[in-house]
């Protein structure tokens, strides 16, 4: 299914086409912090697919890869030249660009997000690239990227009232906020007044948090829904734990929503 909330709203996704070790471990980390919503995936054949199904997308390619330089122009032209693609925003982020092939991609003037190479050092790259996905208002209205865990019945939120343990079902999730769903008999054993301490489950993981509850709302006879705001108080390595876990829950959406699109068969060498 296609996107169709307005881009104001959700922002862009942000597509990682190849990228390199160097990338993944200094850059790509750091817009997980700004709260960017990326995706990595390898090949060129794989990009229409991702493309279809996600409009107003931002594309980050590392042409040092699979193609010549020549044969990635082809490609993006024809993703360019294509109306189904047209709110799409290309970028180059790699390692090492040749002078040569920098110039051929301006000259192609084809490249609407930038042409970032770190020659040795990655970090240097950030503070360009961020400019870049803000001029392209990237995250849109949002502060914080989200992911609901209604398909992971392992999500947990548990509590502790007096000297018994509590929990209900994580159902949306963000390092700023989440949801809980709880049986209606379950709501005067948890503190809705103040700030509360409680442990997010993940399967085998269990992340620490402080919480304060925003908004108390009866969804049925028998359940209500709860969120809470997480609190300046809860643990840097609770909140990357969360981050974590965040981004590993939108990946796996995203390859579902990808699932059945054809592979492009194009020979850009010619």
């Not at 990635?72 to 660009?97: A, V, Y």
């Amino acid at each position: 299914m296609e996107q169709t909330t307005p881009l104001s709203e959700l922002g862009r996704k942000i597509f990682f086409v190849n990228p390199s070790f160097s990338i993944r471990s200094r850059i790509l980390p750091q817009l997980m912090e700004h709260e960017y919503e990326i995706y990595t995936f390898s090949g060129y054949a794989r990009i229409k697919g991702y493309l279809t199904v996600h409009k107003n997308a931002v594309l980050f390619i590392n042409p040092e890869q699979q193609l010549s330089i020549s044969a990635w122009i082809r490609l993006i032209k024809s993703i360019q030249d294509d109306p189904e693609f047209n709110s799409t925003k290309i970028g180059i982020l790699c390692d090492h660009l040749p002078a040569t092939d920098e110039l051929l991609l301006m000259n192609s003037h084809l490249i609407s997000a930038g042409i970032f190479h770190a020659e040795g050092n990655a970090e240097q790259l950030l503070p360009g690239i961020v400019q870049k996905l803000e001029s392209l208002k990237a995250k849109g209205r949002r502060r914080f990227l989200r992911t609901s865990c209604v398909k992971d019945a392992n999500a947990r939120f548990l509590w502790i009232q007096g000297d018994r343990m509590y929990q209900a079902r994580l159902i949306d999730l963000s390092t700023g906020s989440l949801a809980i769903l709880l049986p209606s008999e379950t709501i005067p054993f948890l503190n809705t007044q103040s700030d509360i301490f409680a442990t997010l489950q993940f399967h085998t993981k269990q992340v620490q948090i402080q919480a304060k509850s925003l908004i108390v709302k009866k969804k049925s006879s028998y359940t209500h829904a709860v969120i809470f705001m997480i609190t300046g108080r809860t643990p840097l390595e609770s909140i990357a734990m969360i981050r974590t876990y965040v981004y590993e829950m939108l990946a796996k959406e995203m390859e579902l929503s990808v699932q059945g699109q054809e592979t492009d068969k194009t020979n850009y060498h010619t």
